[in-house]
Each structure stands twice: as C-alpha cells, then as structure tokens.
C-alpha cells in the first residue's frame, strides 16, 4: 500500500529541488521571494517556512552561502578573473558587497584568500572543524590507481535525478529509490542509458550537511517524471575527462589529482557547467572490484 504522506513529503521535496536548481543556475539573476516562490508553486506567504523545513537554512542564508562559496572556488582555480569580475558574475550589487559578505563568510578579504591558494580552503576547513561542522575527509596520501586525462566535448544529456544532500560517499541510497522508480519504467536500456552522479557543492567550503549531488540516469526525450524525481539538462561542451580506476575509497583522491596535478599545467580553468562522474561498470563485476569512472569536470581556456 502506498504510504500518501509519503507521497505528499516528495512532491514538497520535488517542489523545493526546482528551486535549489533555479537558485544555482541564476545566482546573479532574479531571486525575489515572488519570483522563486512561483518555480516551487508555493504562494510566497509559506514559502519561506517550507524551504527552510526542508533545506535546513532561510533562502537568503543559502543564497549567500552558495555566493560565496562559488567566489571561493573561482579565486582559487579561476585565475584569469579579477575579484570584480567574480563579484560582478555571482549576483553581488558592487565589489564593497561582495567584499563584506566574503569576508564575514571565510574571515579573510578575497586578496588575501587568492593570495593563500590551497592553504586558505585548508584553512577554512579547519575552522569549520574546529566550529563542529564535518567535512568530507581530506585525501593527502597518494595510492596507485589508473588515472589518465583528456580534454573532450561532451554532449548535452537528458537526465532524471534523485537529489542527495549529505556525505557524498552515500549517494547510493538515492541511486536505489532512482532504480525503484526506473526498473518499472523500463528506463534501463542497455547499452546506450548511462548512470552519473552530479556534484553541486565543493567540499573544501561546504559543510558534509549541506553537500548536495544528483544520482542520475539518462533518459529519453518525454520522459515524464513527479514527485521527488527531477529532470534536468546537462549542457554539453568542453570537459576535462578523467578515466579512473579506482576503489570505493579513492574517488576524492582521485578529484584531488584532476585539480592539483593536471589543471594547473592545462591551459585550461573551470567552467561554471555542472560536474560529474560517468560509471563505466559494475564494481561487482570486475575481479579486483575496481570501479571505472570518467570524471568530468567543466573547463575553457585560461
């Protein structure tokens, strides 16, 4: 029997993730209460109680947070934009705002934080620790996997989701309630239907709490999808396409290589498209238990 409140929790959840998507692709467009309230089709008199029920933070907290924290990650991998320009590109109304909002955010100016490099996100972290929010673990040794990059189009990619928010290491659970609702929809097509997960938040800044990612399937045109479940566009364009091959617990050494060793010396920086990873196998299936990923990550010329 079907559990109706059930039901009614993911129709609210749905509502809200066509929110939290709008707010990420228009951080520097139209954010008026009126406005985003219309996307969740909740009247703007509730929806702020709703948004907060379920996200965990006011609206305006979440749209300063993800400001800020996208200004972070450009400072550091986005070297050819001025510190005007990312204020200008994230929504700021002038520099003197943004530099108030980024400096109540990491306790430092955006100068020094790009001045800092790598050490001011270790830094950062730290502090969030010290405070009591967890953080993704940090991966300093080095371990042998199979790791090769080229730089390569992808195309756009229709896919259904199921958002997960906390540890990204779980991301699984919303993987099983996605097949629940796409094995009976015959929505596994081998060869061509592909399995991806989407990352929304960088872990270096954001709190395991508040990480956000898709488990995603592709889909066919007109797929019809409710509740819970989203539908959403991956742009195609140029990707840094990382083949790995890896255990379960190497995929954050392996972001960590993509970043640190092959984009500094590429040429290239991120773009502000979506990343994610392409599973090329069943980890059960192979021998060694490898998983065979494709790490994809947004990138134009620096």
């Not at 509502?15 to 909740?42: C, H, K, P, Q, S």
Request: net charge neutral.
């Amino acid at each position: 029997m079907v559990d109706q409140a059930e039901l009614r929790r993911q129709e609210y959840v749905g509502r809200i993730n066509r929110v939290l998507d709008y707010v990420r692709e228009n951080t520097a467009g139209d954010l008026r209460l009126e406005t985003v309230a219309r996307v969740a089709n909740f009247s703007p008199y509730h929806f702020h109680r709703i948004f907060k029920a379920i996200v965990g933070e006011t609206l305006n907290d979440y749209v300063r947070r993800l400001r800020a924290q996208r200004a972070a990650s450009q400072l550091i991998h986005n070297p050819t934009l001025t510190i005007t320009e990312i204020a200008g590109g994230g929504g700021y109304s002038s520099s003197s705002a943004f530099s108030r909002e980024f400096r109540q955010h990491f306790g430092l100016s955006a100068t020094q934080f790009r001045a800092g490099g790598r050490n001011s996100l270790d830094r950062f972290r730290e502090e969030l620790v010290d405070q009591g929010f967890a953080m993704q673990s940090k991966h300093s040794e080095r371990t042998d996997m199979v790791f090769r990059v080229e730089a390569r189009e992808e195309p756009e990619r229709l896919v259904a989701y199921v958002r997960h928010v906390g540890d990204y290491g779980r991301i699984g659970e919303a993987f099983q309630r996605l097949a629940r609702w796409a094995g009976p929809r015959r929505l596994f097509r081998n060869p061509e239907t592909r399995m991806l997960s989407v990352y929304h938040d960088n872990p270096d800044v954001t709190p395991v709490a508040k990480l956000r990612a898709d488990a995603c399937i592709t889909v066919p045109a007109g797929t019809k999808v409710k509740r819970d479940i989203g539908l959403m566009t991956l742009p195609g364009g140029a990707y840094a396409a990382a083949y790995v091959e890896i255990d379960d617990t190497q995929y954050g050494e392996a972001w960590d290589r993509l970043f640190s060793d092959w984009l500094p010396e590429s040429g290239y920086q991120p773009d502000d498209r979506p990343c994610y990873e392409l599973y090329l196998n069943d980890p059960r299936k192979h021998p060694q238990r490898r998983h065979i990923v494709e790490i994809c990550e947004p990138i134009r010329p620096l």
